[in-house]
Nanobody, 123 residues
Framework: QVQLVESGGGSVQAGGSLRLSCAASGRSFRSLPMGWFRQAPGKERDFVAIISWAGSITRYADSAKGRFTISRDNNKNTIYLQMNNLKPEDTAVYYC????????????????WGQGTQVTVSS
């Protein structure tokens, strides 16, 4: 089992920044690819970014490219999502997740999920 706890969400104005953190505990976190997803009210859960277990591979949704950066510190069992130039359409609950598979962007490929952290961006 892997337990994931997100933090760092909040309310910001458009153009602002936030840094989300996801602390992991349980089975070997260091061997698992990790991802960030988000879900806005009434919408499906969407892929945001993913990072391989060693941090050597990262992938982003088109909406995140150039603004968001995913990273991880395996010594601290934590992954991060630095979000810059936030837009109102980034408003959502953000979830971190871990997968027993490879570097994938589909929510169904992830077995472990955090409880989510709310990000609200006002115009």
């Amino acid at each position: 089992q892997v337990q994931l706890v997100e933090s760092g969400g909040g309310s910001v104005q458009a153009g602002g920044s936030l840094r989300l953190s996801c602390a992991a505990s349980g089975r070997s976190f260091r061997s698992l690819p990790m991802g960030w997803f988000r879900q806005a009210p009434g919408k499906e859960r969407d892929f945001v970014a993913i990072i391989s277990w060693a941090g050597s591979i990262t992938r982003y949704a088109d909406s995140a490219k150039g603004r968001f950066t995913i990273s991880r510190d395996n010594n601290k069992n934590t992954i991060y999502l630095q979000m810059n130039n936030l837009k109102p359409e980034d408003t959502a609950v953000y979830y971190c997740a871990a997968t027993l598979g490879g570097v994938r962007s589909t929510p169904n490929d992830y077995q472990y999920w955090g409880q989510g952290t709310q990000v609200t961006v006002s115009s």
